[in-house]
């Protein structure tokens, strides 16, 4: 998923506690920065406003942070990743049991994949398809 750098850096200003350095969001894992890419992608086709997904984003962090989360900044995109999933499901893009579907999924394709090939999701690796 390639993103814009302007429209990156426009939403890490727009969003505070992401972290930055002079070119633009940092991240320690490539799965952190699909998360961001997700978010800005998902806020450029007008599924929310930056400021929706604040609100959104400092609820969970709260949330995460009430059930012992030390907030040592190293959860940081999984909150992200929470808001995300909570985010799509209350727009009503995908159901709290269509992504559980999914993820479910996903770590059957991955335990089923050699390691340092890419993961590939196939009708197979859902529950109820296949040899899953």
């Known amino acids: 998923m390639k993103v814009d750098p302007v429209a990156a850096r426009e939403a890490a200003e727009a969003l505070p506690g992401v972290p930055l350095d002079h070119e633009g969001p940092v991240f320690r894992e490539p799965w952190e920065a699909q998360a961001f890419a997700l978010a800005l992608l998902l806020h450029l086709q007008g599924l929310y406003t930056w400021r929706e997904w604040a609100a959104a984003l400092a ?3 709260r949330r995460a942070q009430r059930a012992g989360d030390p907030d040592t900044g190293e959860t940081y995109y999984l909150h992200w990743l929470a808001t995300l999933e909570r985010l799509v499901a209350s727009k009503g893009v995908a159901s709290v049991e269509t992504q559980a579907r999914y ?8 335990r089923r994949t050699p390691h ?6 196939s009708p197979g690796d859902f529950p109820g398809n296949g040899d899953s």
């Open 116 to 121: 340092g090939k890419p993961v590939e999701l």
């Open 103 to 110: 993820r479910e999924a996903w770590r059957y394709a991955a």
């Open 59 to 61: 609820e969970e962090i």
